[in-house]
């Protein structure tokens, strides 16, 4: 991948575009306007996110979500909001890139803001024109519904330490907070009311151990949640490494192939996405052969002297 960064830096897009094959012209595209990036804002995700996620597509509403990875299981279950009219709705597990990327936003803000409460309303639709989602109309509908899915859901991260000891958290993502659920008008201004609240132990678990990652970064690949996933666990795990370290076809598919039926199937494909992932962290460092990939030491996705955010601790919580 850093041939095709290079390409843009020696020869421009225009041309890079017309060095490489038809069906990797997008990432050209996508190289030169990462280069071209002067932001340096910064998101938070909480590591256990960097290790496994949630759900690329839609579940039925009552079904629970399970993925293994490295050391720790995460299990999320669907719940239930009030409605708005004295009753209550069932919501199923979030998935894909807009739940994904508002939990991006509620992390990061509890982190600047040193704060488990979390102010919505204009606040989180700047940040979200500012990554490319509109709030109106299709765009507006799709945030609102996995904001509700996110604020109902309950998740248990599953860490197995070095002495093969387990340790569970079991919790909500969001404790509490008023949330806007009985309109479909495009124009309504907020996806909630003022602020939503993290639940404790989440929030502690985020200041703890938090990851910084480059948020132009997420908005060049915004509709694609598997590269989000792929990017996240590059930017954790690069910059740590003293020396190349493999990671199994097997490895790779518990992690990141749900959405597969076979390892053969997610073998042919992840290719790509490793690509889409790589081309917006233009430091990073990844090879791929037959026994799957081999990620070596890494300058972090961003300057070092740019990250305000506490330094990342370990992965056992608590």
């Known amino acids: 991948m850093a ?77 239930w909001l009030p409605d708005g009219n004295g009753g209550r709705k069932q919501f199923g597990v979030p998935y894909g890139s807009r739940a994904r990327l508002i939990l991006l936003y509620l992390q990061t803000q509890a982190v600047q803001n040193n704060s488990p409460e979390v102010e919505l ?26 904001a509700n899915r996110l604020s109902a859901c309950n998740l248990t991260f599953m860490w197995n330490n070095a002495g093969g000891r387990g340790e569970f958290e079991k919790d909500s993502i969001i404790k509490g907070g008023g949330i806007q659920l009985h309109t479909d008008d495009p124009s309504q201004p907020r996806l909630w009311t003022d602020k939503v609240r993290l639940s404790p132990s989440f929030y502690k678990a985020l200041r703890e151990h938090p990851v910084p990652i480059w948020e132009p970064a997420l908005r060049h690949i915004i509709n694609q949640s598997m590269a989000i996933d792929v990017y996240v666990w590059l930017a954790y795990r ?57 990620l070596y030491p890494s300058k972090p996705p961003i300057p070092e002297r740019e990250i305000a955010a506490p330094r990342q601790g370990s992965l056992l919580l608590g």
């Open 238 to 294: 690069l910059h740590v490494l003293t020396g190349p370290t493999p990671v199994s076809w097997a490895a790779l598919h518990a992690q990141f192939g749900a959405a597969y039926r076979t390892r053969a199937q997610f073998k042919y494909k992840f290719p790509d996405v490793l690509k889409m992932a790589m081309v917006v962290y233009p430091d990073a460092q990844v090879t791929i052969d037959d026994q799957g990939v081999v």
């Open 121 to 146: 309303g204009r606040s989180m639709n700047d940040w979200l024109d500012r990554m490319g989602l509109s709030n109106g109309g299709q765009a507006y509908k799709d945030v609102r519904e996995q």
């Open 3 to 79: 041939s095709i960064h290079q390409l843009v830096r020696t020869h421009g897009r225009d041309e890079a575009r017309r060095l490489v094959d038809v069906k990797d012209r997008n990432l050209v595209d996508i190289a030169a306007a990462v280069l071209a990036e002067e932001s340096t804002a910064l998101g938070i995700t909480y590591s256990g996110f960097c290790l496994t996620a949630l759900p690329h597509k839609k579940l039925p509403d009552e079904q629970e979500w399970e993925r293994k990875g490295h050391n720790v299981t995460l299990v999320v279950q669907p719940g």
